[in-house]
């Protein structure tokens, strides 16, 4: 092959190869924002999007911040989220501390509840034990046994 | 046209959009369409690829290219059908990347083998051309439709990696029994030694397999659930020494277990590169079981205390690190730096673009189908090229880690975090190896070198990785409505047949 053609296609291909790099890398960063599992939240820069007012910010995702699931994401869509060992709970704790049907998180209104569904161990919401159905601040740490878990925005 | 976005919109305009975001969220993507378009790029990259090689070597181009490059794309679109049906949520990159390395792996190969075939016919005597036998790329493509076949089988039988847990100590003895087969059967007809190293085992009719590459997977199911299982006695007792919590002695023995059987494979197969492999897969599982730093330290110190015992002891470690240290010194010795020499050599001529595909000279590299592998792409396709390869391996880790970090229960988090770790510590040890940056040890580069075994453990291996990740993006099950059951003061009294 002519000198020329042998450098061009020698480019080219390292071109289409690093091409395939960065098709992979989008598709990389549009996972990026999404929480496991549930809708990916891609930030849209060009659509202005009718925001809510920056006091009430609604809890949009439930992170594990400590136990052994520590670094899992949920992310709320309404559905009410169930916690316990059991396995159709919608966070499945293996944990000692924990029973079958720990606690519940439920949506009322915009603001999410916590309830323990009668535990051995209890269900603690910022050190106070949870007793009835008690409204979950942002980022207030949910301790059920070695778990810990936050909603975030 | 900006002025109207950055207004408030009039209450009349929103109301609609708040009454329908609360109807339900829409499906999550599952991307299986990004990931069918990703494997046509690569079959479309690969047929370039094929046309280069062959323009470059003066062969003829035939649209049997074109043909290879559709039959490529079929087989991974069976691949893809498989995952569509069976694993629906599935990470849309690990399939893709593994196709692409095993295509680029096979480019490589056929590469090879049209310059081993030209040596041949200039010098019918050529040592090194007669040693290679031949074109290997039919067989190796042999080798990965029955990798796809085992991808799609692993995806249909196991539904859910859960149950896994539960074979757990199956898998471990076998898997510690295939590891230690070929080092324990004596007769060299069954487990040969091939290049100093006694990992093979040959069956009649010229099949031989590699059981280290499969007891790999084994022994991380077993590891994994053994770790779940006694998680408790790992984390919680432990004294604090040094500003770090160690555990207790009799915790330890899994470690010693682990450590013994590594330096076992060290001592009778001969293979510094699967000890090395399996040494780290064990202390990185437990690592991430249990969070202390403790084990690592610990771990890290057996293994220099391993190789110190071992560099006194067997003449193949000290050589390896006397051509690691100066492979220029032992270039001419049998087992001496040859190899490595000619490895740098080759990597340093093509420089940063490389030389182009099919105009270097991978050939006079030792085994350049299987360990060197790398060393060929890095001649041709230059620093540019081989960092791209690089980069997906990179990419293929991280997907795997990122499904361990999402899945919901334990033993798959352990799995998916080992399998993943497992194949970055592996394309470490080859390419640090090949790249003079550790001691050269003997292991297949995954999916792109020559070698059956190593590729059909591979796509098994992705296979439970795509089904683990299939598991951490699928979007929770509504839960199920309880049956309604009467109470039982209110149920009626109902007539029995009586048994007979």
């Known amino acids: ?153 | 046209m900006s002025q109207p976005m950055n207004q408030p919109s009039p209450p009349g305009d929103e109301s609609p959009t708040v009454a329908t975001a609360p109807a339900g969220p829409p499906p999550p993507p599952t991307r299986r369409t990004t990931e069918l378009w990703l494997l046509a790029f690569s079959a479309a990259l690969l047929s370039i690829a094929n046309i280069l090689v062959d323009a470059n070597q003066e062969a003829a181009l035939t649209s049997q290219i074109l043909y290879n490059g559709a039959a490529f794309l079929a087989l991974f679109a069976a691949a893809h059908f498989a995952v569509r049906k069976w694993a629906p949520y599935a990470d849309p990159l690990i399939l893709p990347f593994a196709a692409l390395l095993n295509g680029l792996g096979l480019v490589m190969i056929h590469r090879i083998d049209l310059a081993m075939a030209s040596r041949l016919e200039i010098n019918p005597e050529d040592a090194q051309a007669a040693f290679y036998g031949g074109p290997l790329v039919g067989r190796q493509i042999m080798w990965m439709v029955i990798g796809v076949a085992f991808f799609i089988l692993t995806l249909w039988r196991i539904k859910d990696h859960r149950p896994l847990a539960k074979y757990g100590y199956t898998c471990g003895l076998v898997g510690l029994v295939a590891l230690a087969l070929p080092g324990i059967i004596p007769f060299s007809s069954i487990a040969p030694t091939v290049n100093g190293a006694k990992i093979w085992l040959r069956f009649p009719g010229g099949f031989s397999i590699q059981p280290g590459e499969f007891a790999k997977i084994l022994l991380m199911i077993f590891f994994a659930s053994f770790l779940v299982s006694k998680r408790e006695l790992f984390t919680a007792a432990g004294r604090t020494f040094l500003r770090m919590n160690w555990p207790r002695a009799r915790d330890m023995a899994p470690l010693f277990v682990a450590w013994g059987a590594s330096v076992g494979v060290l001592v009778f197969e001969r293979d510094l590169g699967t000890s090395l492999l399996f040494f780290g897969m064990v202390l990185v599982m437990l690592y991430i079981a249990t969070e202390r730093a403790a084990w690592v330290v610990l771990g890290l110190t057996l293994f220099v205390g391993g190789c110190l015992v071992a560099y006194q002891l067997f003449g193949h470690v000290r050589q390896r690190i006397a051509n690691w240290m100066d492979p220029f010194a032992t270039y001419d010795e049998a087992g001496g730096g040859y190899q490595i020499v000619q490895s740098l050599f080759s990597l340093g001529s093509g420089g940063i673009f490389g030389s182009g595909l099919g105009s270097g000279r991978p050939d006079i590299v030792p085994e350049p189908h299987t360990d060197f592998i790398t060393v060929g792409m890095g001649e041709e396709m230059g620093f540019v090229g081989l960092s791209a390869v690089l980069i997906l391996y990179l990419l293929l880790v991280m997907r795997g880690l990122r499904s361990a970090l999402a899945v919901r229960d334990s033993f798959g988090k352990l799995l998916a975090g080992g399998l993943a770790f497992t194949l970055g510590l592996q394309v470490f040890i080859v390419v640090g190896g090949v790249t003079k940056l550790i001691p050269s040890t003997g292991i297949t580069a995954p999916f792109l070198s020559y070698g059956g075994s190593s590729l059909l453990a591979n796509y098994i291996l992705i296979a439970l990785l795509l089904r683990i990740s299939d598991a951490a993006r699928r979007p929770a099950a509504p839960p199920k409505p309880k049956p309604k059951q009467a109470p039982i003061a209110e149920a009626h009294t109902e007539m029995v047949a009586r048994p007979t």
Do not use: C
Request: hydrophobic share 40%.
């Open chain 1, 1 to 153: 092959m002519p000198e020329l053609v042998i450098q061009l296609t020698r480019a080219g291909f390292l071109a289409l190869l690093w091409l395939f790099v960065l098709a992979a890398l989008r598709v990389v960063r549009s996972d990026l924002y999404a929480a496991s599992g549930l809708r990916a939240s891609v930030p849209n820069t060009r659509r202005a999007q009718p925001r809510q007012p920056k006091g009430a910010k609604s809890p949009r995702q439930l992170l594990v911040t400590q136990g052994a699931l520590a670094g899992t994401r949920i992310a709320l869509d309404g559905r009410p989220i169930s916690i316990g060992r059991a396995d159709d709970s919608t966070l499945v704790l293996d944990d000692d501390y924990a029973s079958t049907r720990h606690a519940r998180l439920v949506l009322r209104g915009s603001d999410w509840y916590v309830e323990d569904l009668g535990s051995t161990n209890g269900t603690y919401l910022d050190r106070a034990k949870v007793t009835g159905p008690t409204r979950v601040p942002l980022r207030a740490p949910i301790r059920i046994g070695k778990t810990v878990i936050e909603l975030h925005s």
